[in-house]
């Protein structure tokens, strides 16, 4: 049974950083070959949209509105997945979701995706 439970989340002004984590469980490498790790976003009236992703190589990807600002990394060890944010906009302003898919990394459709957390909010103001 795979668990995702995201943290981090908060207020920031334009211009500032944030630091999402995500503890993740049920998925190892014993049981799984490789899995992929990732962050959507969804703001309200609006559809959930992939933001970043990275497998089990430690690949990363990127949606083209955070590239260059955010990043993603993944703790094998820790059992996280943590997404830095940098240069914050308002339209950044959304609940955040990890997201874990067994394999390589799916698009980031969302309905690829099988495994949520309950999502972290996250308001550039």
């Known amino acids: 049974h795979v668990q995702l439970v995201e943290s981090g989340g908060g207020l920031v002004q334009p211009g500032g950083s944030l630091r999402l984590s995500c503890a993740y469980s049920?998925?190892?490498?014993?049981?799984?070959?490789?899995?992929?790790l990732a962050w959507f976003r969804q703001a309200p009236g609006t559809e959930r949209d992939g933001i970043a992703a990275i497998d089990s190589d430690g690949i990363a990807s990127y949606a083209d509105s955070v590239k260059g600002r955010f990043t993603v990394s993944r703790d094998n060890a820790n059992n996280t997945v943590n997404l830095m944010m940098n240069s914050l906009k308002p339209e950044d302003t959304a609940m955040y979701y990890c997201a874990a898919e067994r394999g390589y990394c799916p698009s980031f459709d969302p309905r690829y995706w099988t495994n949520w957390g309950q999502g972290t909010q996250v308001t550039v103001s």
């Open positions: 049920g998925l190892t490498i014993r049981v799984y070959n490789t899995y992929c």
